[in-house]
């Protein structure tokens, strides 16, 4: 019937705040897919700094030994904290300016 799917028996309510959600980390280049990392942790910048260290630093190597890449991240405060700048410094890490 016209009308019909506006009626509120047949309007379905949305799901807020108790669907769950999960957080990953990863990275891809034009050439080849990079690692998918579960996020379980609360994600700051010690964290942000580990998976850098542990995940993003060998992927980057790998992607720069053929092509030449940028790190693109979202600039939150874990991304662009001290600590975090300084690992990206330290490595010669190229980073695409992105404003949050």
């Known amino acids: 019937m016209p009308g019909e799917r506006l009626l509120p028996e ?3 309510p949305p799901v807020k705040f108790g669907g769950g959600g999960i957080m990953v980390w990863g990275g891809f280049s034009w050439y080849e897919l990079g690692f998918l990392i579960s996020i379980h942790d609360k994600f700051n910048a010690n964290f942000a700094s580990n998976i850098i260290d542990s995940n993003a630093l060998p992927m ?10 940028y790190f693109l991240e979202d600039n939150t405060t874990c991304h662009v904290a001290k600590s975090t700048m300084d690992l990206y410094d330290d490595n010669g890490v190229s980073r695409l300016d992105w404003p949050a």
């Open 60 to 69: 980057l190597l790998q992607f720069y030994e053929f092509h030449s890449c």
């Open 10 to 12: 047949c309007i379905v």
